[in-house]
């Protein structure tokens, strides 16, 4: 016979509220969440040496690369409505808002973006926690690229070459030094030492191409718009997002400003928007 019991006080577990700010802080500073990358169509004419184990603090950026710090203690440029299991004491917006590199303070920067679970920043129904994507992008660093005040700046130099003539084991004749034009240089990379090398010519570089040739095919990344519930029609005044939830908030938003409009919009993929239209 099936039955249904409760033993024991039930008692509500409360946990006080949290200010993000900590965490936050104690992320951005460590170094271990801080990476040098390498454009796709940058050639890397040197390597980086390894870091002996006692410089754990410090990090390598190569001279034509960006410095790259990514967190995943929350998202940035979002309005939080929670912090994990927390209520929130405290701001419930981050953003970054300047970038400065030694002395450069408007260095070119963009957003990083990375997967975090919307229960981290949102409260959902259960409803809502089977209907989300388990992961949606959102900001979580950024990109900076790397000044020549930092490491000097680039250095242009003509390459020579000499030809000398070998008459014999001990006596060889100069016949002088010219320089080899930029488009002889640039096809004898492809016939040259280098291109012949096992580094470039086995595995996965063997098939690659070359830095800087774009893709025949991508896709891009789903986004989300706000549309009319009866035409899926855009919604006036709102823009394409990245995540379904940075869409939800948009609406959301909106609505608490002009609730008229409420049942009248809806989110949806753009690709739904773009058959229709």
Do not use: C
Not at 187 to 204: H, I, P, V
Not at 233 to 240: A, D, K, L, Q, V
């Amino acid at each position: 016979m099936d039955f249904d019991a409760t033993f024991g006080e039930a008692r509500g577990i409360e946990l006080p509220p949290l200010d993000p700010w900590g965490a936050l802080k104690a992320a951005l500073e460590d170094a271990r969440n801080w990476s040098g990358r390498l454009p796709a169509a940058v050639v890397a004419a040197v390597n980086l040496a390894a870091l002996p184990d006692a410089a754990h603090d410090v990090v390598l950026i190569h001279p034509s690369g960006t410095a790259v710090v990514r967190q995943r203690v929350l998202p940035l440029n979002k309005t939080l409505q929670r912090f994990g299991e927390f209520e929130l004491a405290g701001p419930d917006r981050f953003e970054i808002g300047a970038v400065s590199i030694g002395a450069d303070t408007t260095p070119q920067w963009q957003p990083v973006y990375d997967l975090l679970p919307p229960s981290l920043s949102e409260k959902l129904t259960d409803a809502e926690k089977l209907s989300r994507d388990s992961y949606e992008p959102e900001v979580v660093g950024i990109e900076a690229g790397v000044p020549d005040a930092v490491h000097g700046g680039a250095k242009a130099v003509d390459v020579e070459y000499e030809s000398r003539l070998v008459d014999s084991t001990w006596q060889t004749r100069s016949q002088g030094r010219y320089k080899l034009p930029r488009d002889m240089q640039i096809a004898l990379t492809a016939t040259g030492a280098r291109a012949y090398s096992t580094l470039w010519s086995t595995g996965a570089r063997k098939f690659s191409a070359s830095p800087g040739t774009p893709r025949g095919v991508a896709l891009d990344d789903e986004t989300y718009v706000v549309a009319t519930t009866d035409d899926l029609s855009p919604g006036t005044g709102f823009g394409r997002y990245r995540s379904k939830g940075a869409a939800l908030q948009a609406l959301a938003s909106h609505l608490a400003r002009t609730p008229a409009d409420r049942g009248r919009l809806q989110v949806v993929s753009a690709s739904e928007l773009a058959e229709v239209a």
